[in-house]
Structure formats: structure tokens, C-alpha cells
């Protein structure tokens, strides 16, 4: 039997990470798995599970001594981020210990919308500088984009069976017509994919576009209210308006602190310029997580309201 494939997960915890943690569990024959955590984090209830399923975790300060954290990822095959942007020096000091460790494939912490390296999204032109990093250090790698989560999309059904996560954080108002096609991915989904690319050498030093439905705001709003039988209220936000936040943000180029503007990029991204799509994926030298691995399933968007309606 071949070896099996060493990872291990920074932000193991988190939405994407966990997605992430569930898929490789599933493949005890494959994986061996790794979680990453601060000393301080080590007890928390999902590490402890983590743990009892077959979760090696070790307590390490990423922004600590580069040496330490090397030690750790020693014989490593795949070192996947799952941080934000929130511990930007956290992942520098992780790809680094990545590359002094000899690390076989380095997933840096993408998981967004396809967007164009520099001059969309300062959050993504932020991002580019792990791979700038990655690429002067010769480091393999993998960069993996999501586009939208589906939990991010809709607005409240008046009856009050279904409301956003943090609505500051979604695109519940209609962007533009509310016409523009763009990728949505349900986020405890992303492992299923994961798991392949990484066990794949066709994707190694290239980008992958991992998504589940691509539709309309229009189109999942009528989603809703066909599943849910309620009418929801459609309020609308304009290109101006976005412009207007993100011209005004983009003087103090402190973007990572102002989640207002990084959102008005977001919106301004997915429902104006439209390039969350397989065909703007491809333009930029995405593969296609869909065509590589059709048999992996994923839940429809419209499977997707069904539940979040019969949970609450």
C-alpha cells in the first residue's frame, strides 16, 4: 500500500477548515491529518473531537520562531491555511516554515470568489502576496477558490424561518438587476473537493476553481421564496453606491480593518463586474474542480434551502 498523504491544517477549526478536517477523515486510508493550534486554543471542544476521530493536533505559535514551526511541519506532504488575512504575518511565517521544512504542497488560504490578482479587491491583491512569497521561495503549491458560499447569500423570509448568518457579511440586498451570473459553493462541501486536489498531481503549481450551482441573485432569491412559499423583500444596491464606499476606502488602504469596504469590493465584485464564473476562471488559468472530479457530489442550492428551512 502506497504511504499515506501527511497534512496538516491551520484554522482547523473554522467554516472551511472543518469542511476541510470532515473530507480527509473520511479517507483514514489516504490521510493522516494534522491540526495546527495555538497552546492556548488546544482545549477547545472541536479540537477535543477532533482528537477522539483520529485528529493528530499540535500546540504551535505561528508567530513564533520560524525554526519551531518548521519542526513541526517536518515530513509533512501538504500544508493547507485556512487563516484570515486578520493573521497575514501568521501565514508569512507559515509558508516560510513550509519551505525550510521541505513541505511537498502549500495551499495558501484563497477560498474566495475568482477574482484578478491586483486592482479588484484589496483583499485579494493582499492574498497575492503569499504567493509572491511562495513563488521566490520555489515552494510547491495549490491554490484553491470557492467562490460564494451559499450560507452568504440570502436574505430573511418575513416569518423569520430562516435568517443570515451576519447580514453586514452577505449579499442579501439585490446588486445592480440582480441578473449577473456568478459561483456558489456550499462551504461544508468544500472538503469533498479538497480532498482530491491534493491527492492529484495534475494540480500541483496550479490554480483550482472548486463551486458547486453558478445562478443569479434573481434566480436564488426566487429559490427561497418557491421553497420557503413567502415573498421576500428585495432591496437593491446600486453601482454608484459601492463605488461611492470603495473610493472612499481605498484612500486609507487599510482594508484589512474595514470589513465596509472589503464588502462593497465583494459586492461590487459578484454582482457589477460579474467575474465569479467558470468562464472568467478559465481566462485567468483555472482548472475546473467540476470537470476533474465529476463524480464528487455537492448539494444543490435548492437542496441547500430545503434544509436550512426544515432546521429552524
Known amino acids: 500500500m502506497a504511504n499515506k498523504i501527511k497534512v496538516a491544517i491551520a484554522g482547523a477549526t473554522g467554516n472551511t ?4 478536517v470532515n473530507a480527509l477523515l473520511k479517507s483514514p486510508e489516504l490521510f493522516e491529518v494534522t491540526a495546527l493550534s495555538r497552546p492556548s486554543s488546544i482545549k477547545k471542544p472541536e479540537l477535543i473531537d477532533f482528537t477522539k476521530r483520529g485528529v ?3 500546540a504551535i505559535e505561528l508567530d513564533g520562531p520560524i525554526e519551531a514551526i518548521s519542526e513541526v511541519l517536518t515530513n509533512m506532504d501538504v500544508v493547507i491555511s485556512c487563516l484570515t488575512l486578520f493573521t497575514f504575518q501568521e501565514e508569512m511565517n507559515l509558508i516560510e516554515a513550509s519551505s525550510k521544512a521541505k513541505v511537498g504542497r502549500y495551499i495558501p488560504s484563497f477560498w474566495g470568489p475568482i477574482c484578478a490578482p491586483r486592482g479588484v479587491m484589496m483583499l485579494r491583491d493582499k492574498k497575492q502576496e503569499f504567493v509572491d512569497r511562495i513563488w521566490d521561495l520555489h515552494l510547491p503549491y495549490t491554490i484553491i477558490d470557492v467562490g460564494w458560499w451559499y450560507q452568504l447569500t440570502l436574505p430573511a423570509v ?10 453586514d457579511y452577505c449579499t442579501t440586498r439585490v446588486i445592480g438587476d440582480g441578473n449577473t451570473r456568478w459561483a456558489l459553493t456550499n462551504n461544508r462541501g468544500i472538503g469533498n473537493f479538497v480532498s482530491r486536489i491534493i491527492a492529484d498531481q495534475r494540480t500541483l ?3 483550482v476553481f472548486a463551486y458547486g450551482e453558478v445562478m443569479t441573485q434573481n434566480e436564488a432569491f426566487d429559490i427561497l421564496e418557491k421553497v420557503s412559499g413567502e415573498t421576500v423583500t428585495r432591496e ?5 453606491e459601492l463605488q461611492g464606499v470603495i473610493s472612499q476606502g481605498r484612500m486609507g488602504k487599510d482594508i484589512v480593518v474595514n470589513p465596509r469596504v472589503g464588502m462593497a469590493e465583494y459586492r461590487n465584485l459578484l454582482g ?12 485567468l488559468g483555472y482548472l475546473d474542480a467540476r470537470e476533474l472530479y465529476p463524480d464528487v457530489e455537492f448539494t444543490s442550492f435548492e437542496n441547500y434551502v430545503r434544509g436550512i428551512l426544515q432546521t429552524v
Do not use: H, L, Q, W
Open 17 to 20: 477548515g472543518s469542511s476541510i
Open 56 to 58: 493528530d493536533v499540535k
Open 158 to 167: 418575513p416569518s423569520g424561518r430562516f435568517r443570515p448568518m451576519v447580514e
Open 205 to 207: 503549481n496550479k490554480m
Open 236 to 240: 437593491f444596491i446600486t453601482k454608484e
Open 272 to 283: 457589477i463586474r460579474g467575474e465569479n464564473t467558470p468562464e472568467y476562471a478559465r481566462y
